[in-house]
Protein backbone atom coordinates (compact mmCIF):
# COMPACT_ATOMS: atom_id res chain seq x y z
CA UNK A 1 0.00 0.00 0.00
CA UNK A 2 1.72 3.24 -1.29
CA UNK A 3 0.35 5.51 2.20
CA UNK A 4 1.00 9.24 1.71
CA UNK A 5 3.90 11.22 3.93
CA UNK A 6 1.88 11.83 6.86
CA UNK A 7 0.44 8.09 7.08
CA UNK A 8 4.19 6.83 6.77
CA UNK A 9 5.64 9.21 9.05
CA UNK A 10 2.97 8.31 11.85
CA UNK A 11 3.90 4.45 11.31
CA UNK A 12 7.32 4.39 10.37
CA UNK A 13 9.14 1.72 11.92
CA UNK A 14 6.34 0.57 14.54
CA UNK A 15 5.94 -3.08 15.10
CA UNK A 16 2.62 -4.77 14.29
CA UNK A 17 -0.08 -4.32 16.75
CA UNK A 18 0.01 -6.98 19.70
CA UNK A 19 -2.98 -5.97 22.58
CA UNK A 20 -1.64 -5.17 25.38
CA UNK A 21 1.83 -4.14 23.74
CA UNK A 22 2.07 -0.01 22.83
CA UNK A 23 2.55 1.24 19.78
CA UNK A 24 6.50 2.20 20.35
CA UNK A 25 7.46 -0.07 22.83
CA UNK A 26 10.01 1.84 25.10
CA UNK A 27 13.99 1.65 25.39
CA UNK A 28 15.77 -1.26 25.96
CA UNK A 29 18.89 -0.56 27.64
CA UNK A 30 21.77 -3.20 27.02
CA UNK A 31 25.29 -3.62 26.83
CA UNK A 32 25.54 -7.23 26.89
CA UNK A 33 22.58 -9.69 26.03
CA UNK A 34 22.06 -12.42 27.56
CA UNK A 35 23.35 -15.33 25.72
CA UNK A 36 22.39 -18.86 24.77
CA UNK A 37 24.52 -21.52 27.39
CA UNK A 38 25.59 -23.33 24.43
CA UNK A 39 24.53 -21.96 20.86
CA UNK A 40 25.89 -18.56 22.36
CA UNK A 41 25.12 -15.60 20.17
CA UNK A 42 23.77 -17.85 17.44
CA UNK A 43 20.78 -18.31 19.14
CA UNK A 44 19.38 -14.58 19.01
CA UNK A 45 20.13 -11.60 17.37
CA UNK A 46 20.95 -9.41 20.01
CA UNK A 47 24.21 -10.31 21.65
CA UNK A 48 26.35 -6.95 22.73
CA UNK A 49 25.16 -3.09 22.02
CA UNK A 50 27.77 -1.99 19.43
CA UNK A 51 26.12 -4.47 16.97
CA UNK A 52 22.93 -3.71 17.81
CA UNK A 53 19.52 -2.88 19.86
CA UNK A 54 16.31 -3.20 19.03
CA UNK A 55 15.27 0.30 19.61
CA UNK A 56 17.85 1.26 17.46
CA UNK A 57 16.53 -1.51 15.00
CA UNK A 58 13.37 0.23 14.64
CA UNK A 59 14.69 4.01 14.51
CA UNK A 60 16.84 2.37 11.45
CA UNK A 61 13.70 0.57 9.81
CA UNK A 62 11.61 4.15 10.07
CA UNK A 63 14.05 5.92 8.37
CA UNK A 64 15.04 3.61 5.23
CA UNK A 65 11.12 3.49 4.95
CA UNK A 66 10.95 7.32 4.81
CA UNK A 67 14.11 7.69 2.44
CA UNK A 68 12.82 4.95 -0.05
CA UNK A 69 16.45 3.15 1.20
CA UNK A 70 16.64 -0.67 1.81
CA UNK A 71 19.05 -0.35 4.75
CA UNK A 72 19.89 2.50 7.19
CA UNK A 73 22.46 3.03 10.18
CA UNK A 74 22.13 5.51 13.10
CA UNK A 75 25.14 7.23 14.43
CA UNK A 76 25.22 9.27 17.55
CA UNK A 77 24.94 12.55 15.81
CA UNK A 78 25.48 13.87 11.94
CA UNK A 79 29.36 13.92 12.49
CA UNK A 80 29.83 10.60 13.01
CA UNK A 81 27.85 9.81 10.19
CA UNK A 82 29.31 11.80 7.32
CA UNK A 83 32.52 11.01 8.70
CA UNK A 84 32.07 7.56 8.82
CA UNK A 85 31.12 7.32 5.24
CA UNK A 86 33.98 9.60 4.17
CA UNK A 87 36.38 7.53 5.83
CA UNK A 88 35.06 3.98 5.54
CA UNK A 89 34.63 4.82 1.24
CA UNK A 90 38.57 6.61 0.43
CA UNK A 91 41.60 5.03 0.33
CA UNK A 92 44.88 7.27 0.13
CA UNK A 93 45.16 8.62 -3.17
CA UNK A 94 41.51 9.21 -3.35
CA UNK A 95 40.29 12.53 -3.85
CA UNK A 96 36.82 14.06 -2.90
CA UNK A 97 34.32 17.00 -3.07
CA UNK A 98 32.58 18.90 -0.54
CA UNK A 99 30.34 21.83 -0.44
CA UNK A 100 32.34 24.79 -0.52
CA UNK A 101 29.15 26.68 0.67
CA UNK A 102 27.49 23.76 2.78
CA UNK A 103 27.61 22.25 6.30
CA UNK A 104 31.04 24.19 8.09
CA UNK A 105 31.62 20.86 10.02
CA UNK A 106 32.38 19.21 6.81
CA UNK A 107 35.07 20.85 5.44
CA UNK A 108 36.27 21.22 9.25
CA UNK A 109 36.43 17.62 9.08
CA UNK A 110 37.82 17.03 5.14
CA UNK A 111 40.38 19.13 5.86
CA UNK A 112 41.57 18.47 9.03
CA UNK A 113 41.10 14.66 9.13
CA UNK A 114 41.53 13.72 5.43
CA UNK A 115 43.91 15.77 4.03
CA UNK A 116 46.80 14.05 6.59
CA UNK A 117 45.51 10.98 5.66
CA UNK A 118 46.17 11.69 1.44
CA UNK A 119 43.21 12.36 0.88
CA UNK A 120 42.55 15.07 -1.38
CA UNK A 121 39.86 17.74 -0.48
CA UNK A 122 37.81 19.83 -3.47
CA UNK A 123 35.45 22.53 -1.86
CA UNK A 124 32.80 23.20 -4.64
CA UNK A 125 30.42 25.40 -4.56
CA UNK A 126 26.72 23.83 -4.29
CA UNK A 127 25.36 25.76 -7.77
CA UNK A 128 28.85 26.06 -9.53
CA UNK A 129 29.55 23.43 -12.19
CA UNK A 130 30.92 20.41 -10.87
CA UNK A 131 33.78 18.21 -12.07
CA UNK A 132 34.12 14.72 -10.94
CA UNK A 133 37.08 13.46 -12.55
CA UNK A 134 39.11 11.59 -10.80
CA UNK A 135 36.72 11.78 -7.79
CA UNK A 136 36.10 8.33 -5.66
CA UNK A 137 33.53 10.05 -3.43
CA UNK A 138 31.12 13.31 -4.44
CA UNK A 139 29.72 14.60 -1.12
CA UNK A 140 26.41 17.59 -2.27
CA UNK A 141 24.18 19.14 0.13
CA UNK A 142 21.51 20.95 -1.00
CA UNK A 143 20.17 22.55 0.14
CA UNK A 144 23.20 23.76 1.35
CA UNK A 145 23.44 25.24 4.82
CA UNK A 146 23.73 27.86 4.95
CA UNK A 147 23.91 29.27 1.91
CA UNK A 148 20.67 28.04 0.98
CA UNK A 149 22.35 26.86 -2.93
CA UNK A 150 20.61 24.44 -4.16
CA UNK A 151 21.78 21.55 -6.78
CA UNK A 152 20.18 18.91 -9.45
CA UNK A 153 20.70 15.78 -7.43
CA UNK A 154 20.06 13.38 -10.86
CA UNK A 155 21.88 15.22 -12.83
CA UNK A 156 25.10 15.56 -11.11
CA UNK A 157 24.88 12.00 -9.94
CA UNK A 158 24.70 10.84 -13.75
CA UNK A 159 27.78 13.07 -13.81
CA UNK A 160 29.38 11.39 -10.91
CA UNK A 161 28.82 8.27 -12.10
CA UNK A 162 30.09 8.57 -15.41
CA UNK A 163 33.30 9.83 -13.81
CA UNK A 164 33.39 6.70 -11.30
CA UNK A 165 32.61 8.28 -8.17
CA UNK A 166 30.37 7.38 -5.70
CA UNK A 167 27.64 10.55 -4.47
CA UNK A 168 26.56 10.88 -1.11
CA UNK A 169 23.64 13.12 -0.77
CA UNK A 170 23.25 14.94 3.07
CA UNK A 171 19.58 15.37 3.12
CA UNK A 172 19.71 17.07 6.27
CA UNK A 173 17.90 20.75 5.48
CA UNK A 174 15.36 18.67 3.70
CA UNK A 175 15.00 15.48 5.71
CA UNK A 176 13.13 12.33 3.94
CA UNK A 177 10.00 13.87 3.52
CA UNK A 178 11.32 17.10 1.24
CA UNK A 179 13.14 14.93 -0.71
CA UNK A 180 14.50 11.69 -1.80
CA UNK A 181 18.18 11.26 -2.91
CA UNK A 182 17.96 7.78 -3.65
CA UNK A 183 15.33 7.89 -5.96
CA UNK A 184 17.23 10.88 -8.01
CA UNK A 185 20.08 8.46 -8.42
CA UNK A 186 22.23 9.05 -5.36
CA UNK A 187 24.56 5.87 -3.63
CA UNK A 188 24.64 7.39 -0.72
CA UNK A 189 22.61 9.75 2.12
CA UNK A 190 24.12 11.20 4.62
CA UNK A 191 22.30 12.93 7.29
CA UNK A 192 22.53 14.73 10.21
CA UNK A 193 18.99 13.82 12.82
CA UNK A 194 19.39 16.61 15.02
CA UNK A 195 18.17 18.64 13.02
CA UNK A 196 14.27 19.18 11.32
CA UNK A 197 13.79 14.93 11.21
CA UNK A 198 13.85 15.04 15.21
CA UNK A 199 12.96 18.60 15.63
CA UNK A 200 12.33 18.99 19.41
CA UNK A 201 15.92 20.41 20.31
CA UNK A 202 16.87 17.76 22.59
CA UNK A 203 18.82 15.10 21.10
CA UNK A 204 21.92 14.05 18.53
CA UNK A 205 21.58 12.13 15.39
CA UNK A 206 23.13 11.16 12.51
CA UNK A 207 22.59 8.48 9.64
CA UNK A 208 23.11 7.02 6.48
CA UNK A 209 20.98 5.15 4.09
CA UNK A 210 21.73 3.44 1.00
CA UNK A 211 19.74 0.79 -1.29
CA UNK A 212 23.50 -0.48 -2.06
CA UNK A 213 23.96 -3.65 0.12
CA UNK A 214 27.78 -3.86 -0.62
CA UNK A 215 28.13 0.22 0.72
CA UNK A 216 25.89 -0.74 3.69
CA UNK A 217 28.09 -3.78 4.99
CA UNK A 218 31.23 -1.91 4.31
CA UNK A 219 29.13 1.09 6.95
CA UNK A 220 27.84 -1.29 8.93
CA UNK A 221 31.24 -2.93 9.97
CA UNK A 222 32.92 0.49 9.87
CA UNK A 223 30.08 1.14 12.73
CA UNK A 224 30.25 -2.13 14.25
CA UNK A 225 34.37 -1.26 14.64
CA UNK A 226 34.13 2.47 15.69
CA UNK A 227 31.47 2.90 18.02
CA UNK A 228 29.76 5.95 17.13
CA UNK A 229 26.16 4.71 17.54
CA UNK A 230 23.51 6.90 19.53
CA UNK A 231 22.23 5.67 23.03
CA UNK A 232 18.88 3.92 23.05
CA UNK A 233 17.13 6.80 24.98
CA UNK A 234 18.47 8.95 22.25
CA UNK A 235 17.26 6.47 19.80
CA UNK A 236 13.91 6.21 21.04
CA UNK A 237 13.26 10.14 21.14
CA UNK A 238 14.00 10.18 17.63
CA UNK A 239 11.43 7.66 17.03
CA UNK A 240 8.68 9.23 18.81
CA UNK A 241 9.12 12.45 17.43
CA UNK A 242 9.09 11.26 13.28
CA UNK A 243 5.76 10.60 13.98
CA UNK A 244 5.00 14.19 13.63
CA UNK A 245 7.53 14.84 11.14
CA UNK A 246 4.89 16.05 7.85
CA UNK A 247 3.21 18.23 11.04
CA UNK A 248 6.07 19.86 11.34
CA UNK A 249 7.34 20.85 8.29
CA UNK A 250 4.03 21.70 6.70
CA UNK A 251 3.86 24.37 9.33
CA UNK A 252 7.73 25.48 9.40
CA UNK A 253 7.56 25.27 5.37
CA UNK A 254 4.00 27.53 5.72
CA UNK A 255 5.68 30.03 7.66
CA UNK A 256 8.60 30.29 6.26
CA UNK A 257 6.67 31.29 3.23
CA UNK A 258 4.94 34.09 4.68
CA UNK A 259 8.16 35.12 6.55
CA UNK A 260 9.91 35.24 3.28
CA UNK A 261 7.08 37.39 1.43
CA UNK A 262 7.88 39.82 4.52
CA UNK A 263 10.98 40.40 4.28
CA UNK A 264 11.48 40.25 0.76
CA UNK A 265 10.12 44.45 1.21
CA UNK A 266 12.21 45.19 3.75
CA UNK A 267 15.07 47.37 2.91
CA UNK A 268 18.18 46.02 5.14
CA UNK A 269 17.10 42.72 4.15
CA UNK A 270 19.50 41.99 1.15
CA UNK A 271 20.53 38.21 -0.19
CA UNK A 272 17.38 36.57 0.81
CA UNK A 273 17.10 33.17 -0.26
CA UNK A 274 14.84 30.14 0.36
CA UNK A 275 14.36 27.22 -1.28
CA UNK A 276 10.79 28.14 -2.05
CA UNK A 277 11.95 29.97 -4.76
CA UNK A 278 14.47 27.84 -6.81
CA UNK A 279 12.95 26.10 -9.72
CA UNK A 280 15.47 23.40 -9.24
CA UNK A 281 14.15 22.59 -5.47
CA UNK A 282 10.77 23.01 -6.71
CA UNK A 283 10.99 20.38 -9.03
CA UNK A 284 13.17 17.94 -7.09
CA UNK A 285 12.20 18.55 -3.64
CA UNK A 286 8.40 17.06 -2.33
CA UNK A 287 8.48 20.19 0.14
CA UNK A 288 9.88 23.11 0.91
CA UNK A 289 12.07 23.81 4.11
CA UNK A 290 11.06 26.20 6.84
CA UNK A 291 14.87 27.78 6.65
CA UNK A 292 15.56 31.19 5.13
CA UNK A 293 19.13 33.20 4.80
CA UNK A 294 19.44 36.39 4.37
CA UNK A 295 21.64 39.87 5.14
CA UNK A 296 21.47 42.60 7.61
CA UNK A 297 23.77 45.22 7.35
CA UNK A 298 26.16 44.01 10.24
CA UNK A 299 26.63 42.16 13.60
CA UNK A 300 25.18 45.04 15.71
CA UNK A 301 22.26 45.16 13.44
CA UNK A 302 21.38 41.41 13.85
CA UNK A 303 22.79 41.61 17.28
CA UNK A 304 19.34 44.90 17.79
CA UNK A 305 16.94 42.48 16.14
CA UNK A 306 17.64 39.26 17.82
CA UNK A 307 16.85 41.50 21.36
CA UNK A 308 13.92 43.11 20.32
CA UNK A 309 12.18 39.68 19.08
CA UNK A 310 10.30 37.59 21.25
CA UNK A 311 9.57 34.47 19.34
CA UNK A 312 13.08 34.30 17.37
CA UNK A 313 15.34 32.53 19.66
CA UNK A 314 19.41 33.06 19.08
CA UNK A 315 20.32 28.84 18.84
CA UNK A 316 22.62 27.25 15.83
CA UNK A 317 20.89 24.26 14.67
CA UNK A 318 17.83 24.56 12.86
CA UNK A 319 14.38 22.55 11.59
CA UNK A 320 12.87 22.57 15.34
CA UNK A 321 9.61 23.91 17.11
CA UNK A 322 10.98 27.05 17.83
CA UNK A 323 11.71 29.94 15.62
CA UNK A 324 15.45 30.02 15.73
CA UNK A 325 18.25 32.76 14.11
CA UNK A 326 22.09 32.03 13.89
CA UNK A 327 24.60 34.09 12.41
CA UNK A 328 26.95 31.92 11.13
CA UNK A 329 29.94 34.27 11.26
CA UNK A 330 30.01 34.29 14.67
CA UNK A 331 31.14 30.94 14.42
CA UNK A 332 34.50 31.51 12.47
CA UNK A 333 32.75 30.47 9.08
CA UNK A 334 33.56 32.77 6.09
CA UNK A 335 30.53 34.33 5.57
CA UNK A 336 29.18 37.97 5.94
CA UNK A 337 29.37 39.05 8.86
CA UNK A 338 25.72 40.07 9.12
CA UNK A 339 24.26 36.48 7.57
CA UNK A 340 21.27 35.15 9.49
CA UNK A 341 19.87 31.89 9.06
CA UNK A 342 16.54 31.87 10.16
CA UNK A 343 14.79 28.65 10.81
CA UNK A 344 10.74 28.99 11.03
CA UNK A 345 9.23 26.90 13.78
CA UNK A 346 5.50 25.84 14.42
CA UNK A 347 4.34 29.38 15.74
CA UNK A 348 1.12 30.69 14.65
CA UNK A 349 2.24 32.82 11.62
CA UNK A 350 0.59 36.00 12.72
CA UNK A 351 2.88 36.09 15.56
CA UNK A 352 6.05 35.28 14.07
CA UNK A 353 5.43 37.29 11.12
CA UNK A 354 3.90 40.46 14.16
CA UNK A 355 7.09 39.94 16.09
CA UNK A 356 9.60 39.71 12.83
CA UNK A 357 8.18 43.21 11.86
CA UNK A 358 8.61 44.74 14.70
CA UNK A 359 12.01 43.26 16.04
CA UNK A 360 13.55 44.43 12.46
CA UNK A 361 11.66 48.06 13.09
CA UNK A 362 13.53 48.96 16.28
CA UNK A 363 16.70 47.51 15.21
CA UNK A 364 16.46 49.99 12.52
CA UNK A 365 15.23 53.14 14.25
C1 LIG B 1 24.25 19.92 11.61
C2 LIG B 1 24.67 19.36 10.31
C3 LIG B 1 25.56 18.29 10.23
C4 LIG B 1 26.21 17.71 11.47
O1 LIG B 1 25.28 17.15 12.31
P1 LIG B 1 25.46 17.00 13.92
O2 LIG B 1 24.27 16.22 14.31
O3 LIG B 1 25.53 18.39 14.46
O4 LIG B 1 26.74 16.28 14.12
C5 LIG B 1 25.87 17.78 8.98
N1 LIG B 1 25.36 18.31 7.86
C6 LIG B 1 24.50 19.35 7.90
C7 LIG B 1 23.95 19.89 6.63
C8 LIG B 1 24.14 19.92 9.11
O5 LIG B 1 23.31 20.96 9.13
Known sequence: MDYHDGTRAVRAGLPEPVPGQPFLPGPVFAGPYHLDPVAGPNAAPDAYGRESNPTLGRLEAAIAELEGAAGCLVFANGMAAVSAAMLALTRPGDAVTVPADGYFGVRLFADGDLVPRGIAVRAILTDADHDFTGVRLAVLETPANPSMAVCDIAA????????????????????????????????????????ALTGHSDLLLGYLASNDPDLLATLRSWRSHTGGLPGPFEAWLAHRSLGTLDLRLGRQSANAAAVHGMLAKRPEVTNLRWPGTDPVALRQMRRIPGVLAFE?????????????????????????????????????????????RLSCGCEDVDDLLADLAAALDRAAG
Do not use: C, I, Y
Not at 156 to 185: E, F, I, K, Y
Open 296 to 340: LPSADHVGAFLTHSALVHPATSFGGLHTTADRRAQWGENVPEGLV
Open 156 to 195: LSARAHAAGALVAVDNTMATPLGQRPLDLGADLVVASGTK
